[in-house]
């Protein structure tokens, strides 16, 4: 059984341009979670994907959006990038959306903004 | 405002030892928690949960314990193994359709041989 799967591992990216991380979810899994994890902080909840429809957001702006496809792999697209956007960015699948559905999370790509 | 609340950002203990890793939380309206343990380079793994109706759970080495009057939790860990070395993570869940976790900052655990 293949695990979560995220690409690309590092991303440097200058202020002002967009980036686009991906996702694979584990095999079975059609709910994909985003966080984004601030160096000394926790994962943040970005958004949750479910069967290609958002099931629910954080407390983020709208250049942060994403894409789940019929495979249920995702996308998280950040545009107008910023320097605090520089972070761990976690995606975490699960086999049901909701709560009591155990997340797996990926490695996480690591991008930094200068 | 921190929802979560890891106080400690490190924690040292010897092998063999009990651990004890604090989590406090401010809303009542987290219906359920979770430890999350972190190694380098790998994303954050589930360790184990307690629903808010529960005092208490147990998993082999790992017991979490929820004190809801304090809202405070803690997850005990024995006997330590060096291999607990890690980053856990407490997170709640307010139980929703969303199911999107607020995590605290995390406590770095060393376990030393």
């Known amino acids: 059984e293949t695990g979560v799967t995220q690409s690309p591992t590092h991303l440097i990216k200058t202020r002002g341009q967009q980036v686009t991380l991906r996702c694979s979810s584990q095999?079975?899994?059609?709910?994909v979670s985003w966080y984004q994890q601030a160096l000394g902080q926790g994962p943040q909840f970005i958004f949750q994907?479910?069967?290609?429809?958002?099931?629910g957001r954080g407390n983020f702006p709208p250049r942060f959006s994403g894409l789940q496809f019929p495979n249920y792999s995702s996308e998280l697209n950040v545009n107008a990038l910023e320097l605090d956007d520089s972070a761990l960015y976690l995606c975490a699948s699960s086999p049901l959306a909701g709560s009591y559905n155990e997340q797996f999370f990926g490695p996480g790509t690591r991008l930094t903004v200068l | 405002d921190q929802q979560v609340k890891q106080n400690s950002p490190s924690l040292s203990v010897q092998e063999g030892r009990i651990s004890i890793l604090n989590c406090d939380y401010t809303n009542s309206m987290f219906d359920y928690f979770l430890w999350y343990k972190k190694y380098p380079a790998e994303g954050p793994t589930f360790l184990i949960s307690?629903?808010?109706?529960?005092d208490k759970n147990e998993d082999g080495r790992f017991t979490v314990f929820l004190n809801k009057s304090a809202k405070h939790l803690s997850l005990h860990i024995v006997p330590s193994q060096p291999g607990d070395s890690a980053v856990y993570f407490c997170?709640?869940?307010?139980?929703?359709?969303?199911?999107?976790?607020?995590f605290g900052k995390g406590t770095k655990l060393s376990v030393k041989p």
């Open positions: 994907y479910y069967r290609e429809e958002e099931n």
């Open positions: 997170a709640g869940d307010y139980g929703g359709s969303q199911g999107n976790l607020i």
């Open positions: 095999s079975g899994h059609n709910t």
């Open positions: 307690i629903s808010s109706i529960k």
